[in-house]
Every structure is written in structure tokens, then in C-alpha cells.
């Protein structure tokens, strides 16, 4: 992991810092069944709680949806850093070769200005060849 990358991680974990966990008890709690509902036959019954199902079902296929988005824009959250990253990483070489490139120049002029104030010096005693 790059440490652009554990910047990110550490923030994320900084946002999630404090959650608690869902508790969920091992086994599902007992249903209390309301008065009205005992009372209904059992045909009534079943259709009622095919209807809470499909209610159900519907609303897990909704999540379940949701969850792929968030996949899916995680997925493409982390593509979009690996290419910034790769891009930063290609700046920074880009400047330290600029960098690399000044620095030669620089130091190529203060070896030519050295030379020519020497032979100013020399000139000026009468060392002219």
C-alpha cells in the first residue's frame, strides 16, 4: 500500500471511529403474533404472510441492490486513486528530472563563471599567455 493510499485508509477509519456494531442475538426473537392475527382463518393467514415475504423479499433485493452500487462506485472510487496515484507518481519524476536538469545547468554555469573569473584574475597579474 502506497502511503497516499494509507492516507485514505486512515481517514476512513478516522469516519468510522466510534461505530458500534450491530449486535444480532444468535437466534431470531419469538414472534408475538397480535389478537387479529390468530383470529384470521388459515387461508387469510397464508396470504397474509406471502404478502409479508414478497414485502420482505422485495426489500432484500432493494438492499442487495444498493450494495452493488457501492460495490460498483468502490470499484471505481479505487481505480480513479491507483490513476491519480500513477500520475502523481509520474509528476514527481517529471519534476525531479527538472529538478536534475537545473541543478546540471547551474552548476555547468558556476564552472564556466569559476573558469572565467580565474582567467579575469590571470589577466589582471599579467599571466595573459
Excluded: C
Excluded at 13 to 40: C, N, S, Y
Excluded at 74 to 94: G, H, I, P, V
Aim: proline share 2%; net charge negative; glycine share 2%.
Amino acid at each position: 500500500m502506497t502511503n497516499n493510499a494509507k492516507i485514505i485508509v486512515d481517514e476512513i477509519d478516522a469516519v468510522t471511529e466510534g461505530m458500534k456494531p450491530i449486535e444480532v442475538a444468535e437466534r431470531p426473537p419469538h414472534i408475538q403474533w397480535g389478537e387479529v392475527f390468530l383470529l384470521w382463518d388459515d387461508q387469510k393467514k397464508l396470504d397474509y404472510l406471502m404478502k409479508f415475504a414478497d414485502s420482505m423479499n422485495d426489500a432484500a433485493d432493494r438492499i442487495q441492490q444498493e450494495r452493488d452500487e457501492l460495490v460498483k462506485m468502490l470499484a471505481f472510487k479505487e481505480q480513479q486513486l491507483e490513476q491519480m496515484e500513477a500520475s502523481l507518481e509520474a509528476n514527481n519524476r517529471m519534476l525531479q528530472d527538472e529538478i536534475t536538469k537545473m541543478n546540471e545547468y547551474k552548476q555547468s554555469v558556476n564552472k564556466h563563471t569559476a573558469e572565467l573569473n580565474k582567467r579575469i584574475r590571470e589577466i589582471e597579474r599579467g599571466d595573459d599567455d
